[in-house]
Nanobody, 116 residues
Framework: QVQLVESGGGLVQAGGSLRLSCAAS????????MGWYRQAPGKRREFVAQ???????NYADSVKGRFTISRDNAKNTVYLQMNNLKPEDTAAYYC??????????WGQGTQVTVSS
């Protein structure tokens, strides 16, 4: 199974930016798609963004126009560029690799905290 390791989280003021990285232990072409999810305290984990092996992207409505997901196949890494961050973006962010519609690999998460 491919291991995923997130990095890039931290504390930022509202309106600021962060770039999260998800490094895979093997080729990311092992996955049909890779995505970012987040979970705030007391809330369910929710979808943020996804990019397929063909490069198709989609986003949650709450982040459209502010977040951008991308991939560097040579580095086996997926990124999440987050701009104009809001306090409601505060959460633990998780990377997910989808082998199929029901078989996934998750990273350990990275914390993003946005202060007002």
């Amino acid at each position: 199974q491919v291991q995923l390791v997130e990095s890039g989280g931290g504390l930022v003021q509202a309106g600021g930016s962060l770039r999260l990285s998800c490094a895979a232990s093997k080729s990311i072409f092992n996955f049909n798609a890779m995505g970012w999810y987040r979970q705030a305290p007391g809330k369910r984990r929710e979808f943020v963004a996804q990019i397929t092996s063909g490069g198709t992207t989609n986003y949650a409505d709450s982040v459209k126009g502010r977040f951008t997901i991308s991939r560097d196949n040579a580095k086996n890494t997926v990124y999440l560029q987050m701009n104009n961050l809001k306090p409601e973006d505060t959460a633990a962010y998780y990377c997910r690799g989808a082998y199929s519609s029901s078989f996934y690999s998750w990273g350990q998460g990275t914390q993003v905290t946005v202060s007002s």
